[in-house]
């Protein structure tokens, strides 16, 4: 569960100050799937990062599944991303030169699980994503959908309880986007929260609900 | 994360990404071989050089005219040797040899040479650590006091001169005069002294009928008188000694010059070390110029792939790796590069050091000075670049490293 408070999120650019979020205030629930929405700019990223404890806010509080994340250590927060939050990139990046199987099986190598272990975990994640006859490839010999796949795949490996994806359709046509989005819907569906930042009205009317962003604030909820 | 994992990882990625990983070994490679391989030949070279020189013998001294102070005449003479050979003049020397020489025309059977053709004394031979041969004899005492028309001739004027029969017995023609072949010396490996296709011929004839400067005062001149002291450490005093003597015997006044000059092998040794720790040091400069090529190479590469190793580690840090697995993949991948780089490029620099000790004929000495050295300093550039990405990295938000440019 997500709880955030008066989160602000101020960057420093010489002596210029850029407040990217302005006390935002935001509650998910378990198994929620959320879509963000906001014109270009508007802190989205910024909010996702900060849920994804990639980066850390500059005020507020933010306490995720009952624990105040400021209060957690590097390696703490570095726990969390591994064992709870699973991340999908607009950019996808997955690691250059690297099989889609090594790719998938990497948070299951930092989890610590052993090598056996993780590759099974990794094949059936692929596979769940409709990559079974992809492993052995590298990103450069894969289609864009299947990059964001192999991305997928690797975000849900670890079975994490929440998804952060960050236009994660936004580098794909209609269609590749469209089955992207059923394999977010039907991962919902088994109970993970799902939290995705779009441009796209189609993704959210997909969603439960659209929170919406403006000037790094949160303007309505939809319901 | 193990240790274990980590190396795996780091092989993994070492793999990943073959060509950076090449070059920048290649760059640790060329490093330590070229300091390797430079060094040792410069090291064999002078080693070499010294040991041919000490083989001459090192309490050798040459005694020669010394022109800017002799009116253009040669102020060595036969009487000098004989006084030379008094052991009462110049107790440290034991021995006294003489030459007289110059460029002649050798004509055998239907064969010429134009080489050296030199006057000696009988122990000119023993003086000079050519005393071995490949058939007959040396000259002799006899020889010497009956103006003798024979001669000794090296091993390659025998086989110019006599390519198809046996030389001793045979007679060959010096300025027509035929003298009759009684020795053929050995080959001699060195570089220096007296060359393999030298003739010799008695002195006493050679005065007579070849070489007939005089002195200044009208004696018979020679060119060269070479003196052996009668051990190393004499022949500071023997220098002494035969300074004394010969100004005694040229009459050269107390405020006078010498007009000789007396060389020792420690001098021509000193001088050639001088020349070889030039030669190392040149050698070297080259290397360390080689060193420092590698050493940019390999910082070249790291500091190009520093954005995409950011943007790796941003990736890895973002699905759940810790700080310090970062810094032991980043460690454990140079550390691999640069022990296998130096291994191989030590195998290289081996391998250039013996082909040129077969090329240049000397005897090259890859000492573990070097091997450090290099090493060391190819895998410390390899090192400190290879890790330079991850301890910038690791300590940032995983989203700074993701977003790295
Ligand atoms: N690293 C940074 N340094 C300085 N300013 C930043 C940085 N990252 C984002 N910003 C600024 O913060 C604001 C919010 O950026 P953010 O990336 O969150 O927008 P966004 O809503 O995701 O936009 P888009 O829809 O275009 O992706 C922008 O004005 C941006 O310029
Ligand atoms: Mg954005």
Redesign the pocket.
């Known amino acids: 569960m997500i709880q955030m408070k008066n989160i602000t999120k101020t ?1 420093h ?1 010489g002596t210029q100050e ?1 407040h ?1 979020l302005r006390g935002v205030d935001l509650q998910v629930e378990k198994g929620e799937f959320v879509a963000i929405m ?1 014109p ?7 909010l996702m990062n900060v849920i994804g404890c990639l980066d850390a806010p500059t005020g507020g509080t933010y306490i995720l599944d009952d624990v105040d994340v400021s209060q957690m250590s590097d390696n703490q927060q570095a726990r969390v991303r591994n064992q709870r939050i699973g991340f999908v990139f607009q950019q996808f990046n997955l690691l250059a030169r690297t099989t889609a199987l090594k790719q998938v099986a990497l948070p299951l190598m930092y989890g610590g699980l052993n090598r056996t272990e993780r590759m099974k975990r990794a094949r059936m994640a692929l596979e769940a994503v409709g990559l079974g006859d992809r492993m052995d490839h590298k990103p450069d010999e894969l289609s864009g959908g299947q990059q964001q796949r192999v991305a997928i795949a690797r975000a849900l490996a670890t079975n994490p309880s929440i998804i952060l994806a960050d236009e994660p359709t936004g580098a794909l046509d209609t269609i590749t986007g469209e089955e992207i989005l059923g394999i977010f819907k039907q991962l919902n569906s088994q109970g993970i929260t799902i939290v995705v930042i779009t441009h796209d009205p189609d993704v959210a009317a997909v969603a439960q609900r659209t929170i919406w962003i403006r000037d790094g604030v949160i303007q309505e909820h939809h319901g | 994360m193990n240790i274990w994992e980590s190396f795996l990882t780091a092989l993994d990625s070492l793999r990943a990404n073959k060509l950076r990983s090449v070059l920048t070994m290649l760059g640790v490679i060329i490093g330590v071989a070229a300091v390797i391989a430079l060094l040792s030949i410069g090291n064999g070279v002078t080693a070499s050089v010294t040991s041919e020189i000490q083989a001459i013998g090192t309490n050798l001294l040459s005694v020669s005219t010394n022109f800017d102070n002799s009116d253009g005449f040669q102020t060595l003479s036969v009487k000098d040797v004989a006084a030379l050979s008094d052991p009462l003049n110049v107790p440290a020397v034991s021995q006294v040899s003489a030459t007289v020489g110059g460029m002649q025309e050798v004509i055998g059977g239907s064969q010429s040479l134009r080489t050296t053709v030199s006057g000696v004394t009988p122990n000119f031979f023993a003086v000079n650590n050519r005393n071995e041969f490949e058939s007959g004899d040396g000259l002799t005492a006899a020889d010497e006091e009956t103006r003798a028309r024979v001669a000794v001739i090296g091993s390659d004027a025998a086989t110019s001169l006599f390519p198809n029969s046996f030389p001793i017995g045979q007679s060959v023609r010096i300025n027509g005069v035929s003298y009759e072949v009684v020795g053929v010396l050995a080959a001699s490996g060195s570089n220096f002294g007296s060359g393999n296709s030298d003739v010799y011929i008695p002195l006493s004839t050679a005065l007579a009928r070849l070489y007939t400067d005089r002195t200044r005062t009208g004696e018979r001149a020679v060119n060269q008188i070479i003196a052996q002291a009668v051990s190393e450490t004499q022949t500071d005093a023997a220098i002494a000694q035969i300074t004394e003597t010969l100004r005694r015997e040229h009459g050269i006044v107390y405020a006078a010059d010498d007009d000789f000059q007396i060389f020792s092998q420690a001098d021509l040794l000193q001088t050639f070390n001088t020349i070889t720790a030039t030669l190392t040091a040149f050698l070297g400069s080259i290397a360390g110029i080689s060193l420092l090529v590698g050493g940019i190479g390999i910082m070249n590469i790291m500091l190009v792939s520093v954005t995409e190793r950011t943007r790796e580690i941003g990736i890895r840090k973002a699905v759940g790796a810790l700080k310090r697995d970062i810094l032991a993949q980043f460690l454990l991948e140079s550390m691999v590069l640069s022990v296998l780089g130096g291994l191989l490029g030590i195998a290289l620099g081996w391998s250039i050091a013996q082909i040129a000790s077969l090329a240049l004929d000397v005897t090259t000495v890859v000492d573990a000075g070097t091997i450090l050295l290099s090493t060391g300093f190819a895998a410390a550039v390899g090192l400190v670049f290879g890790i330079y990405p991850a301890w910038r990295a690791a300590g940032l938000r995983p989203i700074e490293a993701l ?1 790295y440019e």
């Open positions: 960057y650019m850029v990217a906001g270009s700019g508007s802190g989205k990223s910024t | 977003r």
